[in-house]
């Protein structure tokens, strides 16, 4: 049975920095791509970073390019996200997911995902 289990969240002031984690288990962890995503109150879920089987492939999506970093330990089974200079439009519940080898910012292409942690950023 795979696990996804995110951590990290909170409440924090805008301009701070938060980690989140993400601990995986029940599958052969470094032959799956990872990724991070977010989902605001009525909006869709977005991508926000992934990172490949690997980790020599790393994509952002625009709106954390230069405020995010992704990150994974293969021997630890766990996927990072920092994420750093926080602002209000930050706030939502952030997911890791994982895909079978392929990298994809396209959460329709991932199998297995999180119940997800809040990160919420006040002006």
């Known amino acids: 049975q795979v696990q996804l289990v995110e951590s990290g969240g909170g409440l924090v002031q805008a301009g701070g920095s938060l980690r989140l984690s993400c601990a995986a288990s029940g599958l052969t962890f470094s032959t799956y791509a990872m990724g991070w995503f977010r989902q605001a109150p009525g909006k869709e879920r977005e991508f926000v970073a992934t990172i490949s089987a690997g980790g020599g492939t790393i994509y952002y999506a625009d709106f954390v390019k230069g405020r995010a970093t992704i990150s994974r330990d293969n021997a630890k089974n766990a996927v990072y996200l920092q994420m750093n200079s926080l602002k209000p439009e930050d706030t939502a519940v952030y997911y890791c997911?994982?895909?079978?080898?392929?990298?994809?910012?396209?959460?329709?292409?991932?199998?297995?995902w999180g119940q997800g942690t809040q990160i919420t950023v006040s002006s």
């Open positions: 997911a994982a895909r079978r080898l392929i990298i994809s910012t396209n959460p329709s292409d991932y199998n297995y």
